[in-house]
């Protein structure tokens, strides 16, 4: 079974700072990673997946993230945000060999200061 | 495409009365996923279809809850009868199977449901 760790409920940034929302993982094969992206009162939406290849992966909006396997981590980076950036941030696994099965993250609140 | 459909957007309702959740799923999209996400269990998967056939449903809460998917378009989700507890975003997202785990999901913007 896979599990998502991400270590940070809430991250207050100030406008046109960098950041990091950090995420772990824990599966006992290997994984497919994912960042979704959840505005106030919509769905979720994919900012970027990490499937094979390089480590670093560039999303939408700016985003990247960077799979470390070493660490099973999979952070998510952006050099400077912006106010629409303020939104929640779910790190997610998914099992190479199983079915579409995903395991969501509890979330990261990002809130961006002007 | 419109995306993921859902409704209705918001919903109250009495303890005890039943609920009624619908999806259309993204044309040509086969597999199709409910979740309920609340702030003390974040987002949960429900149960999932593939090619209209239930693979997943370990997710289920319990006997009250049922969800059907008669055809590609549509899918639904009951819960008979509701409780308090049941207060929640319920989700319906929707991808393409062949590429298995690694598709994306599209998910619909949610149904709020508050149960008095």
């Known amino acids: 079974a896979q599990s998502v760790t991400q270590l940070d409920s809430q991250v207050p940034v100030f406008e046109e700072a960098p950041v990091e929302l950090r995420c772990n993982y824990s599966?006992?094969?290997?994984?497919?990673l994912f960042w979704y992206v959840q505005y106030p009162n919509q769905g979720l939406q994919l900012l970027l997946k990490y499937l094979s290849g390089s480590t670093l992966v560039k999303g939408i909006n700016g985003f990247e993230a960077e799979f470390n396997k070493s660490q099973t981590s999979f952070h998510l980076r952006k050099p400077s945000v912006h106010i629409s950036d303020t939104a929640e941030y779910f790190c997610a696994v998914s099992d190479l060999g199983g079915y579409q099965k995903v395991t969501f993250g509890t979330g990261t609140k990002l809130q961006v200061i002007p | 495409d419109a995306g993921v459909i859902q409704s209705p957007r918001h919903e109250v309702t009495e303890m005890g009365q039943e609920v009624t959740l619908r999806c259309k799923p993204i044309?040509?999209?086969?597999?199709l996923f409910w979740y309920r996400q609340t702030m003390m269990r974040g987002l949960e998967l429900l149960i999932y279809f593939n090619n209209n056939v239930p693979i997943d449903d370990s997710g289920m809460p319990e006997d009250r809850f049922s969800a059907k998917m008669p055809n590609a378009s549509f899918s639904t989700l009951k819960i008979q009868p509701s409780e308090p507890r049941d207060s929640a975003v319920y989700f319906c997202?929707?991808?393409?199977?062949?590429?298995?785990?690694?598709?994306?999901?599209?998910f619909g913007p949610g149904t709020r449901l508050l149960v008095l």
């Open positions: 997202a929707s991808s393409l199977a062949s590429g298995g785990a690694r598709e994306t999901q599209y």
């Open positions: 044309s040509g999209h086969n597999s």
């Open positions: 599966s006992s094969v290997s994984v497919y």
